[in-house]
């Protein structure tokens, strides 16, 4: 980043309206049919593990967590991760990876899923879910499904439905 510097920080109710029109440009109006966006309606996302990033006063991106049960096993599903077209390959997205992974590990989550492309999110420590180990509530393709294991072993246990967790 130049000029500008870069801050992420939690997310504010007030970030709503340019978060929307983050994923409106992102994703079309097709992102309401999507199987994550079905798993995130369930259960809204977490506002301590999702952050906004900003340049001065722009939202210029954006990570949520959502709480989601794996069978028995706990966890979270990343996502939407969007960055503003005006300022991708800068390591914005990158930026927030890292804060949202490091905030949930420091929660002492075990387990992150997200559906993605594994050549963006491998650097962050994502593989790939073994083909039917896990359901989703609507169509994925089984190679865009992925997870992080901060708990060493806790993948191979999470088998069964992937559903919204409701906390509080
Ligand atoms: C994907 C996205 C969040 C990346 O944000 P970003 O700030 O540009 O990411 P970074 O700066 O950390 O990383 C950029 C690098 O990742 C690469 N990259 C971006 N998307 C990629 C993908 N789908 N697969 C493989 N590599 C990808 C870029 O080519 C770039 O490579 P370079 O560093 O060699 O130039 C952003 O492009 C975006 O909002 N896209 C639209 C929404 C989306 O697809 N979200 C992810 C699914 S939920």
Known sequence: MTELSLVIRPELPIDAQAIERLHERAFGPGR???TAFRLREGAPHLAN????ALVGTLIVGSVRMS??????????MLGPLTVDPAFESRGIGAALMRRSIDAAREEGHGLVLLVGDLPYYARFGFVRVPPRQLELPGPVNPDRL?????DKGVLARARGPVLPKRVG
């Open 32 to 34: 309401f049919a999507r």
């Open 49 to 52: 593990l999702s952050f906004t």
């Open 67 to 76: 709480p989601i049960t794996a069978g028995d096993v706990e966890g979270l």
């Open 146 to 150: 992925l997870a992080l294991e901060m």
